[in-house]
C-alpha cells in the first residue's frame, strides 16, 4: 500500500466547467500518473509526472493538464469539461529506484453532465 | 498506443476450480506486473517477475515470466469467492517510465 488517496472520490459537474482531481501520496515515491479507465478500453494513461515540476503527455492527454508542485501531490486538471471526459480516474505512483511497480489509488468517479 | 493481448477476456467458473490467464506482447518487456481490480476500487497489485523463466508465487496464486520475454501467465489454484474481480497484466520495458496494459480478464465464480 504506498499510502496514495485521491480527491473527490465522486464528482458530478457540468459540461464547460473546470475540474481538478487531486492525488496525494505519502510514499516519497518519484514517478506519479494518472489513468483513464473506460469499459472496453481498460487503463489508459493520461500524463505522467518524473519529478517535482517535470511532467510528460500519455496517449489520452487532449483536454487534460497536471501540475506538480511538490513530490507529494498531483494535480489533474480539465480545464473545460466535456461529456467524454466522464470516466474514472485514477493516480498510481512508483519509487522511481530499482523495482519501479506502480500502485494505485482509489479511484475518482466523475461524471460530466 | 501500444496494448498487450490478454487472454481470455472473460471466465466462468465453479467455486474450486483452478484458473489460467496470459498475456502476450509483440515487444521484449523487463518487467512483467499482476493486478486484480475489485469492483469500485483501483489495482492491486498482485505479483511482480523481473527475469525471464522466474516463477513467483503468492498464495493460491502463481505467475511465469515467459522465456521469451514477450508473455506471462497467472495460475490460481482452488478457486474461492473472494477470486472474483478483473486480473490486470502489465509489462515494463527497460528503462521506460511507463507501463503497457492489458484489457482485462473478468473473472466470475459460481458457488
Known amino acids: 500500500d504506498a499510502g496514495i488517496t485521491q480527491s473527490p472520490r465522486h464528482k458530478v459537474t457540468e459540461t464547460g466547467t473546470p475540474v481538478t482531481l487531486r492525488c496525494h501520496q505519502t510514499?516519497?515515491?518519484?514517478?506519479m500518473y494518472w489513468y483513464r479507465q473506460d469499459p472496453g478500453h481498460g487503463l489508459r494513461l493520461i500524463h505522467y509526472?518524473?519529478?517535482?515540476?517535470?511532467?510528460d503527455k500519455g496517449e489520452v492527454s487532449d483536454g487534460y493538464s497536471v501540475s506538480r508542485s511538490k513530490t507529494e501531490d498531483f494535480l489533474l486538471t480539465l480545464e473545460s469539461a466535456t461529456s467524454s471526459q466522464t470516466s474514472v480516474y485514477f493516480c498510481?505512483?512508483?519509487?522511481?529506484?530499482?523495482?519501479?511497480?506502480?500502485?494505485f489509488g482509489p479511484g475518482t468517479r466523475l461524471t460530466v453532465l | 498506443g501500444q496494448q498487450l493481448n490478454q487472454s481470455p477476456q472473460s471466465m466462468f467458473i465453479q467455486e474450486g476450480e483452478d484458473v489460467s490467464m496470459n498475456c502476450t506482447s509483440s515487444s521484449i518487456f523487463n518487467t512483467w506486473l499482476w493486478y486484480k481490480q475489485d469492483p469500485g476500487e483501483g489495482p492491486v497489485l498482485l505479483i511482480a517477475l523481473y527475469k525471464a523463466g522466474e516463477l513467483t508465487s503468492n498464495g493460491r496464486l502463481t505467475a511465469q515470466f515467459g522465456i521469451t520475454r514477450k508473455d506471462s501467465f497467472l495460475n490460481i489454484s482452488a478457486s474461492i469467492p473472494s477470486d472474483v474481480g478483473i486480473y490486470f497484466c502489465a509489462g515494463q520495458a527497460l528503462g521506460a517510465q511507463k507501463l503497457v496494459f492489458g484489457q482485462g480478464t473478468r473473472l466470475t465464480i459460481n458457488p
Open positions: 510514499e516519497n515515491h518519484r514517478y
Open positions: 498510481a505512483t512508483a519509487p522511481g529506484v530499482g523495482y519501479n511497480e506502480q500502485f
Open positions: 509526472s518524473y519529478g517535482v515540476k517535470d511532467t
